[in-house]
């Protein structure tokens, strides 16, 4: 049985969603602010989470934002707001999975939702021992894991991780649009241009100190990108460089 997870401070919403995903065979776990959601995460896992970006006193972008840096659960955007269409990008661009404003109907937010659960994306068991040392980070091929010498480990959905992977292999060499695509495609996900943008924007925000100055994913005018660092590849406990 999926769980999903809504935060909403209007009662009334909260009610109507859990009673009618639930009977459809779905756990719901509703819960009013950002220090609730994370209190239900700490404790058992969730499978998609929808959020109202406006909850009076917090930002619901700054909820998507946290929520991304770690993980890759599925967020879906409902608001009764109108927004701006920027507000919306700035959203999608942050890691949410889609967006369906207040007051919708439950059988195509139902559908959105079993829609966002099977795009998400399955993260195959690899064989592949290397690791990647970069610029103070590591990159754990085997156990999928980004850490940092002073952070600690960082979050990256699957094609966060399939891009960052293309640019170590292949470090200050300029890969196109084209192959980046490719790269960080998912398996069951539809890839589309505007993909590799929204990926680039938001390992630049894991990785680099000044996003809007990236040091390590740079830009090549017309060309594509490339990843400007010196990367260290260890085999299984052997370094290469």
Same mark, same amino acid.
């Given at each position: ?50 959020l109202d970006l406006n909850l009076g006193r ?15 659960i599925p967020i879906i955007i409902i608001s009764?707001? %109108?927004?701006?269409?920027? !507000?919306?990008?700035?959203? +999608?661009? =942050?890691? &949410?999975?889609? $967006? ?43 156990? %999928?894991?980004?850490?940092? !010498?002073?952070?600690?480990? +960082?979050? =990256?959905? &699957?094609?966060? $991780? ?53 040091? +390590? ?25």
């Amino acid at each position: 049985m999926k769980h999903v997870l809504v935060i909403d401070d209007d009662i009334a919403m909260r009610h109507l969603i859990v009673e009618y995903l639930t009977t459809h065979a779905f756990k719901v776990t509703a819960v009013s602010d950002s220090g609730q959601l994370h209190r239900v995460l700490s404790c058992e896992p969730v499978d998609l989470v929808v959020l109202d970006l406006n909850l009076g006193r917090e930002d619901g972008l700054d909820i998507i934002r946290n929520l991304t840096r770690k993980s890759d659960i599925p967020i879906i955007i409902i608001s009764g707001d %109108r927004l701006e269409e920027a !507000e919306k990008v700035v959203a +999608l661009e =942050l890691g &949410a999975t889609d $967006f369906v404003p207040k007051p919708f109907g439950m059988r195509e937010f139902l559908a959105r939702i079993r829609v966002a659960l099977r795009q998400r994306p399955i993260i195959p068991r690899t064989k592949d021992r290397r690791s990647f040392h970069f610029a103070g980070w590591t990159l754990n091929l085997k156990q %999928r894991r980004l850490i940092s !010498e002073q952070s600690g480990e +960082l979050k =990256l959905t &699957a094609g966060e $991780f399939n891009l960052l992977v293309a640019f170590l292999e292949k470090p200050r060499d300029v890969l196109s649009r084209e192959q980046l695509l490719l790269a960080s495609r998912v398996r069951g996900e539809e890839v589309y241009d505007r993909s590799v943008d929204v990926l680039i924007l938001r390992l630049r925000r894991k990785l680099e100190a000044d996003p809007a100055n990236p040091r +390590l994913i740079k830009t090549s005018r017309g060309a594509g990108y490339f990843f400007d660092a010196d990367v260290d590849i260890h085999y299984g406990g052997t370094l290469a460089a």
